[in-house]
C-alpha cells in the first residue's frame, strides 16, 4: 500500500464522494475510482459502497481508514524526527494521557524546556488507558500518562509524584452527600456513572468484594469534566479520582472519598528499548531533573 493512496482512500471516507474528494484531490475521477479499484484488488477486500448519492465504507473499509490514519500519523511522525538537522535540538514530543495530577508535571517539563530548547513542541493527546496504551504500542506517541501498573517486561516508567483517591463525585443535595466516606454498600441500588475502563472496573471489584455487575450502571464516560454535568443534571453518582474537578463552596458538586481507602500512583511510561528523538530524550532529562529537584 503507498502512502499516497491511503491518503487518498481517507480523503474519499470523509467526503463521502468520489466526485468531491478528486476535486479536494485536484485529481479526475477518473484516476481517483481507479487507484481505489487497485487498492481493493490488492487487498482482496470491498472497501467502499458507491451510490448514486453518497460513497459509504464497508466494515473492511472501517478498518482501514483507522489504521490508514495511524499509519500517516506514525510517517508524518518518523520523517518530521529525520529532517531535524544531527546539530539541532527541537522537534516534537508526543504524549497520550487521561486526565490526572500527573499532567501538572508534563506541564512542568514543557515550561523549562521553554528556555534552553524553544524548537521543541509538546503535543497532548487525550484518552482512556485502552486509547493511550493502543498509541503507545504502536509508536504513535513517546510517552503515556496513567495508572503505574505497566508490564516491566514491555515498558519502562517513572513515577510522577502524585496520587489520586479514587471516590463518588455526587451532587451536594445528594442524599450521600453529608457522609464522610463511601463504603461499597453505599453504591449498591444507586444510579452510577462509571468510568469506561475494564482495569478501573476491577479495582473496585476487589474494593467491593463483589463483581462490578452488581452496580446500577446508568451511564459510562471517559472524562470526567464531561460526566460532570450528568451529575450536575441529577442523571447519577460518578466513579471517579479526586482533584479532578475544580470543586469550591458555591459548586454544585462535592467529593467523597472511598473507605478502605483506594489510592493510585500516576507513572509516566514508555517502550523498552525505544530510541528517543532527541525533543523526547531532552523531555526525559528534563522531567527526571525536575522530579530529582523537587
Not at 39 to 66: A, C, F, W
Not at 74 to 81: G, P, R, S, V, Y
Not at 101 to 108: D, L, S, Y
Amino acid at each position: 500500500m503507498e502512502l499516497r493512496v491511503l491518503q487518498y482512500f481517507l480523503t474519499v471516507a470523509r467526503e463521502e464522494s468520489i466526485s468531491a474528494a478528486a476535486e479536494a484531490l485536484h485529481l479526475s475521477q477518473p484516476t481517483l475510482s481507479r487507484q481505489l479499484k487497485n487498492l481493493e484488488i490488492e487487498l482482496n477486500k470491498t472497501l467502499l459502497i458507491r451510490g448514486s448519492k453518497k460513497t459509504i465504507l464497508t466494515e473492511d473499509g472501517m478498518l482501514l481508514r483507522k489504521r490508514a490514519q495511524e499509519i500517516l500519523d506514525l510517517a508524518q511522525k518518523t520523517e518530521a524526527e529525520l529532517r531535524q538537522p544531527n546539530t539541532h535540538i527541537g522537534g516534537d514530543v508526543w504524549i497520550g494521557g487521561g486526565e490526572s495530577e500527573g499532567m501538572r508535571w508534563i506541564a512542568k517539563t514543557a515550561r523549562a524546556l521553554q528556555h534552553d530548547f524553544p524548537d521543541i513542541n509538546v503535543h497532548l493527546i487525550s484518552g482512556n488507558a485502552v486509547d493511550i496504551d493502543e498509541r503507545l504500542e504502536k509508536g504513535l506517541i513517546d510517552f503515556g500518562v496513567g495508572v503505574g501498573n505497566a508490564d516491566p517486561n514491555r515498558y519502562e516508567s517513572i513515577w510522577l509524584p502524585s496520587t489520586h483517591t479514587d471516590g463518588l463525585l455526587m451532587r451536594k443535595d445528594s442524599p450521600l452527600a453529608n457522609k464522610t466516606f463511601i463504603a461499597p454498600d453505599d453504591l449498591q441500588g444507586i444510579p452510577i456513572i462509571s468510568p469506561r475502563s475494564e482495569s478501573l472496573h476491577q479495582r473496585y471489584a476487589q474494593w467491593m468484594k463483589r463483581d462490578f455487575d452488581t452496580l446500577n450502571v446508568v451511564a459510562t464516560y471517559n472524562l470526567i469534566y464531561n460526566a460532570a454535568f450528568l451529575v450536575e443534571e441529577g442523571v447519577g453518582y460518578a466513579l471517579c479520582w479526586d482533584k479532578l474537578i475544580g470543586i469550591t463552596d458555591n459548586h454544585p458538586l462535592c467529593f467523597i472519598p472511598c473507605n478502605p481507602k483506594i489510592d493510585v500512583r500516576i507513572d509516566m511510561t514508555w517502550k523498552k528499548h525505544q530510541v528517543f528523538s532527541k525533543a523526547s530524550q531532552k523531555f526525559l532529562e528534563k522531567l527526571r531533573e525536575l522530579i530529582y529537584l523537587r
